[in-house]
C-alpha cells in the first residue's frame, strides 16, 4: 500500500523537477540566441560555443545585486575571522575560476632550470633561465633574472619580458629583478597548453601561473628572497599580475597597473554604460585573455557571483597597490574607489588597512619613470627598507557619515508625511488639478528638489567667454582636439570657469544661421568626461550634431578635466550637494547656450545619460528653458529598491537624500514628481530590455505616475518610452533611437 501512495508522488515530483529543468534550458537558450542577436560577431566565441554547446547560466536563478558582491558575505551572514575568511577565499577563487579566468592546474611538483647563459655587468649578473615543468617537462618558460652582487638575499621585482626597463629600475634600487616570457612581446605560454590539456585556463591566467613558476625557481636561488617577492606589470599585465597573486600566495605583494577592465574595474561599475571596456569589448578583441564564459554576462553584469573587485580581494592582507592615472580611459577613478571601499573590509579584518592603498598619477594611460620608482618605493615601505609614505587619497566623497555629522543643516524625513508614489502624486496633485494651478503645483515641487539640494552658494550669471579655454594638450589627453568630418567646433568658457565645446554641422553659419540645440549630460564617465573612453562606432554627441543640432558638451564635475574638482567638495561646501552643482551647471550651460547666435533658443533639448539623466531631469524640472528632455536609462524612483542608496550614501551626490534611507516613503519628492514638473513639455524615458541598473518597468511606472498631470494639457503623447531590444550602452543604434526622437519633435 506504502509502495502504492509513494511511486505516483516521486513520478510527479520528478515530472515537475524534468517540466523545471526544461523550462531552465528553454530560458538559457533564448539568452543565447538574445546574445547572438545583439553582440557583435566575436568568431572565437562562436566557435567556443559551438564546440562546447555550453548555455548561458540561467540568470533568472542568480541572485542579482547592483551593488559589488561584498567579498566578506557567506550564505548571508558575514565573516569575521581571519579563518573563516582563509575558507571562503577558496570558493571565491573557484568562482573567479569557473566564471571569468578559467582554471589552472597545481603547482608542478618538480621544476628542471637551465642556464642558457650567464654574463657580468655593472654590480650585477644577468642570468638567462630556461625552466621546465609539468607532465614529462613539457611546459617551459624562458626568464631574465638580474642579481646584484653582494651576499643578498636580495628581495624580488617580478615583472613580464616587456617591462625589462622597469626591472632595470629596480636593479638599480638593488633588487634581484626577475622578467618573464609571459608578455604579448615574449610568450612562452602556450607551451603549457600541450602539457596541460585537461585544463581551461585563458591566457593571462597562463601568464599568471607562470610567474608562480618563477618564484618556485627562486626559492632554488640563494640569493633571492623569495619571501619578499612583489610581481607588477602595465595594463593587460596589471590584470595577469593581480590573477597571479589572487593564485598564488607566495607574493608578497602586487602592484596592478592601470589594469583596467579585468583587472581591477568592476565589470558592474565599469562597462559601456561609463563610457568604459565592458565584457563585450574586451571578450571580443581579445579573445583569449578570459575565459569566454564571461562573455554570457553582457547585459546581465548584475548576475556575476563574482566581480572584478575579487582579485584584490584575494590579494588581502598582503600588500597592493592600486596605480592609476586620472585620466587614463583604461581605468576609472570613480569605480576603483568604489572597488577600493568593497576591499577595505578584507584588508581590516587582519588589521593591514594600511596595506591596500591608490596611487593617482596625472596624465593618461602612459608611465614614465618617476611612476616606477613610486612602485619601488612601494615595494621598500612594506618590505621594511624605507619609509615612504603613501597617504590614502580618495577623490570621489564616500564617507556618509562624515558628511552628516559635518553639514549644517540636513533635512527631516519626519517632517513629511509616509506615502506611496501614488499617495504622493496623487495628494501633491489633488490641490492644483486645473491647468491655471499648475505653476502652483511646479513650484511646490522645485521647493522641495530645492530643499533637498542644498543650500546653494552664492552665483552671479557668467555670459561666456573664452579666457581659460581648454589648452591644446588636455583636448589631445581627452581626445576632443578632432571634431570630426562635417562638424565645426566651438570652444568657451562658461559658468564657474567651466570649458566647454559646441559641436555643429559645418554647414551651419555661425553668424546668420539658427539651429535647434542640445545640451548633452554625460554618465558617469572618468577619464574623458563627455568623450567616450571606448567606443564602438561614432560619439553621440557628434552623431547628434551631424544630424543639424548644436550639441553643447562639457564634463561634469569630478569627470574628464574637472577629475580633482570633486576632491573635497564638501570640505568646501558642506551644506550644498554634488547634484545641486551639477544642475547649477547645467543651468549656467542654458545660459549661454540659449544665447548663441546660431541656436534657436525655442528648441534646446535636453539629453542625458545615466548620471546625466539624473542631472537632465532634476534641471528641466527646476528651468523652464529647456523644450524637451530625452533621459537614456534614468534614474529608477528613491522608492524603489536601492533606488537611494546609490545617489545618497554609496557616491555622495546628493548626501541630503541620504537621510531618508529607509525612510523612503517620506520623501517629498521622487522621479514622477520631476517628470511632472517639465509638463507638458516633451519627456522621452529610454532604457534597453536588458538595463539592469534602469529597468524598463521602473522606467514605465514613472510615466503611469506622472500621465494625470500630462492629461490635464492633452499632451499624454509628450511622454514616450522607448524600449530598444539591447543591453546599456550608447553605440549607434541606440543614437539613432535619439536622432529619430529629436527629429520627430522638430
Ligand atoms: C587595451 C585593452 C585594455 C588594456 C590595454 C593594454 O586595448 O582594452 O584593457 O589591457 O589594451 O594592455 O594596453
Same mark, same amino acid.
Given at each position: 500500500?506504502? +509502495? ?67 567579498? $566578506? ?82 628581495? =624580488? ?38 602539457? &596541460? ?30 619571501? +619578499? ?26 602592484? %596592478? ?23 563585450? /569589448? ?40 592600486? %596605480? ?7 581605468? %576609472? ?6 572597488? &577600493? ?18 596611487? &593617482? ?7 614614465? #619613470? ?9 615595494? *621598500? ?61 511646479? *513650484? ?57 565645446? =559646441? ?6 553659419? $555661425? ?7 542640445? $545640451? ?25 550634431? +551631424? ?49 548663441? #547666435? ?10 542625458? &545619460? ?22 537614456? %536609462? ?25 537621510? /531618508? ?10 522621479? #514622477? ?6 509638463? #507638458? ?47 546599456? +550602452? ?17
Amino acid at each position: 500500500m506504502m +509502495r502504492g501512495k509513494w511511486m505516483p508522488s516521486v513520478l510527479l515530483a520528478l515530472l515537475a523537477a524534468t517540466a523545471l529543468a526544461d523550462d531552465a534550458i528553454a530560458r538559457r537558450t533564448g539568452y543565447l540566441e538574445q546574445l547572438r542577436r545583439l553582440l557583435p560577431e566575436s568568431k572565437a566565441w562562436t566557435g567556443w560555443i559551438e564546440e562546447s554547446g555550453e548555455l548561458p547560466p540561467d540568470f533568472e536563478a542568480m541572485p542579482a545585486s547592483a551593488a559589488l558582491p561584498d567579498p $566578506l558575505e557567506r550564505d548571508g551572514a558575514r565573516i569575521t575571522t581571519p579563518e573563516a575568511w582563509a575558507e571562503h577565499r577558496e570558493t571565491l577563487k573557484a568562482l573567479l575560476a569557473q566564471w571569468v579566468i578559467g582554471t589552472a592546474p597545481p603547482t608542478p611538483d618538480h621544476i628542471e632550470a637551465a642556464v642558457l647563459e650567464e654574463w657580468r655587468e655593472e654590480g650585477c649578473t644577468v642570468r638567462e633561465v630556461e625552466l621546465r615543468f609539468g607532465p614529462e617537462h613539457r611546459a617551459r618558460l624562458w626568464c631574465e633574472v638580474m642579481v646584484p652582487d653582494g651576499d643578498g638575499p636580495f628581495p =624580488v621585482f617580478m615583472t613580464q619580458h616587456n617591462h625589462r626597463a622597469w626591472a632595470l629600475i629596480a636593479l638599480q634600487r638593488g633588487y634581484l629583478a626577475c622578467v618573464y616570457a609571459g608578455a604579448d612581446t615574449r610568450d612562452d605560454t602556450d607551451t603549457f597548453l600541450e602539457a &596541460y590539456p585537461g585544463y581551461d585556463w585563458s591566457r593571462l591566467t597562463r601568464r599568471a601561473w607562470a610567474a608562480g613558476r618563477c618564484i618556485d625557481y627562486l626559492e632554488t636561488v640563494p640569493q633571492a628572497d623569495a619571501r +619578499r617577492v612583489a610581481i607588477t606589470g602595465h595594463s593587460r599585465n596589471g590584470k595577469q599580475s593581480l590573477i597571479a597573486s589572487a593564485l598564488d600566495e607566495r607574493f608578497a605583494a602586487v602592484i %596592478s597597473s592601470s589594469s583596467g577592465a579585468g583587472g581591477s574595474m568592476p565589470t558592474r561599475l565599469y562597462s559601456e554604460q561609463q563610457y568604459g571596456e565592458g565584457i563585450e /569589448f574586451i571578450t571580443r578583441n581579445f579573445p583569449e585573455w578570459f575565459h569566454p564564459r564571461w562573455r554570457f554576462f553582457v547585459g546581465h553584469e548584475d548576475r556575476l557571483p563574482v566581480d572584478l573587485h575579487t582579485p584584490v580581494a584575494l590579494s588581502a592582507p598582503r600588500p597592493c597597490l592600486i %596605480s592609476t592615472a586620472l585620466n587614463d580611459n583604461v581605468d %576609472s577613478v570613480w569605480a576603483g574607489e568604489q572597488a &577600493y571601499h568593497a576591499v577595505k573590509p578584507v584588508y581590516a579584518l587582519f588589521g593591514a588597512e594600511d596595506k591596500l592603498r591608490i596611487l &593617482y598619477r596625472p596624465g593618461g594611460h602612459e608611465t614614465w #619613470p618617476t611612476v616606477i620608482e613610486r612602485y619601488i618605493d612601494w615595494c *621598500d615601505a612594506q618590505f621594511g627598507r624605507g619609509a615612504y609614505a603613501f597617504p590614502e587619497r580618495l577623490i570621489h566623497p564616500y564617507d556618509w557619515e562624515t558628511w552628516r555629522a559635518r553639514a549644517r543643516t540636513a533635512p527631516d524625513p519626519a517632517a513629511y508625511p509616509e506615502r506611496t508614489i501614488d499617495e504622493l502624486m496623487h495628494d501633491m496633485w489633488a490641490g492644483h488639478s486645473a491647468r491655471e494651478s499648475f505653476p502652483e503645483y511646479r *513650484d511646490e515641487i522645485r521647493a522641495h528638489v530645492r530643499a533637498l539640494l542644498g543650500s546653494p552658494p552664492p552665483k552671479a550669471a557668467n555670459p561666456g567667454g573664452d579666457y581659460g579655454k581648454e589648452p591644446a594638450h588636455i583636448e589631445t589627453l581627452l581626445n576632443r582636439a578632432v571634431p570630426g568630418a562635417r562638424l565645426q567646433k566651438q570652444d568657451l568658457v562658461f559658468g564657474e570657469y567651466i570649458n566647454a565645446d =559646441v559641436y555643429a554641422p559645418h554647414k551651419l553659419d $555661425l553668424e546668420t544661421g539658427r539651429a535647434p540645440a542640445v $545640451l548633452w549630460l554625460h554618465p558617469v564617465s572618468c577619464a574623458r568626461g563627455y568623450v567616450m573612453g571606448y567606443r564602438r562606432g561614432e560619439h553621440p554627441f557628434a552623431t547628434v550634431a +551631424r544630424a543639424g543640432f548644436a550639441v553643447f558638451c562639457y564634463d561634469q564635475i569630478g569627470f574628464g578635466r574637472r577629475i580633482e574638482e570633486v576632491e573635497g567638495f564638501y570640505d568646501r561646501y558642506p551644506d550644498w550637494s554634488l547634484l545641486g552643482k551639477m544642475v547649477r551647471d547645467a543651468r549656467s550651460a542654458l545660459d549661454v547656450l540659449c544665447a548663441l #547666435p546660431y541656436v534657436d533658443a525655442s528648441k534646446v533639448y535636453v539629453v542625458g &545619460y545615466g548620471l546625466g539623466a539624473m542631472v537632465g531631469l532634476h534641471l528641466c524640472a527646476l528651468d523652464d528653458r529647456p523644450a524637451g528632455l530625452l533621459a537614456l %536609462s534614468p534614474p529608477t524612483p528613491f522608492r524603489a529598491e536601492d533606488g537611494l542608496r546609490r545617489w545618497s550614501r554609496d557616491w555622495l551626490l546628493a548626501p541630503q537624500l541620504g537621510c /531618508f534611507l529607509g525612510r523612503e516613503q517620506r520623501l517629498p519628492y521622487d522621479i #514622477p514628481s520631476l517628470v511632472t514638473a517639465c509638463a #507638458p513639455k516633451p519627456v522621452a524615458l529610454v532604457t534597453a530590455q536588458l538595463d539592469w541598473d534602469s529597468p524598463p518597468a521602473h522606467a514605465a511606472g514613472v510615466l503611469e505616475a506622472a500621465r494625470p498631470v500630462y492629461a490635464l494639457f492633452d499632451a499624454d503623447e509628450a511622454l514616450v518610452h522607448l524600449v530598444p531590444e539591447d543591453y546599456n +550602452r550608447f553605440d549607434e543604434a541606440m543614437q539613432a533611437v535619439v536622432v529619430d526622437w529629436l527629429r520627430r519633435l522638430e
